[in-house]
């Protein structure tokens, strides 16, 4: 079955560490979002990918960073720049197009949390 | 800016009843996609239902239905004969033609009283 497959499910992060959080998708997409998810709000964008070696910030980019090497994944890194990681992190991916009125699916997350 | 409004957090029916749950949104914009998503427990996000801006008729899916009121900006989610099933988060979300990233809005929590 085709789907989005994040991982770990929970992940935890020492004060100073970078830590990486995996997303793959084997639907064909060609774009690739994250998103971070705080309790009582919505989703917010963090990183878009439209085509591979190709990313763009969305609205909370800072201490975060991606690649795309691959058209099935899309990393993205939590560095130590960023002070207040622990949240709930959603992959997403569609496909892309103008005027496209494709939804965009979403994996299963990963739980960040500060020890 | 977009925006996305949800004016309310938490809400409850009956099983077997209808609720309605409210959204508005923010645009300048004249061409634009409208999405209803649900996140239960297990968090994952699924699509419940999409508009697409142009179209007057409003979508249905099964049980779930919207009323769009483009003038008001207004997308409200109607669920008929609920179901156990149906209790999670659920949020709304704008999509501007030609652009990919969705904006959401905060959520209300539907609670199925059995």
């Known amino acids: 079955d085709g789907g989005i497959t994040q991982s770990p499910k929970y992940l935890f992060r020492k004060e100073g560490q970078n830590v990486t959080l995996s997303c793959e998708q084997n639907l064909n997409h060609d774009a690739m979002y994250w998103y971070r998810q705080d309790p009582g709000q919505g989703l917010r964008l963090i990183y878009y990918?439209?085509?591979?070696?190709?990313?763009q910030k969305g609205d909370i980019a800072e201490g975060y960073s991606v690649s795309r090497e691959k058209k099935e994944s899309f990393p993205l890194t939590v560095t130590s720049a960023q002070k207040n990681p622990t949240a709930f992190y959603l992959c997403a991916s569609s496909i892309r197009g103008r005027g496209s009125n494709q939804p965009q699916h979403f994996g299963d997350g990963t739980r960040l949390s500060i020890l | 800016a977009q925006t996305v409004t949800q004016s309310q957090p938490e809400m409850s029916v009956q099983e077997a009843e209808t609720v309605t749950l409210s959204c508005t949104y923010d645009t300048s914009e004249s061409d634009y996609y409208l999405f209803w998503y649900k996140q239960p427990p297990s968090r994952q996000m699924i699509l419940v239902i999409r508009q697409e801006a142009y179209k007057q008729q409003n979508a249905t899916e099964n049980r779930f239905s919207v009323n769009f009121q483009k003038a008001a900006k207004s997308f409200s989610l109607k669920i008929s004969d609920s179901q156990l099933g149906d209790a999670a988060m659920y949020f709304c979300a704008y999509r501007r033609t030609g652009a990919n990233n969705l904006f959401f809005g905060t959520g209300t929590r539907l609670t199925v009283i059995p």
């Open positions: 990918s439209q085509i591979v070696n190709d990313f």
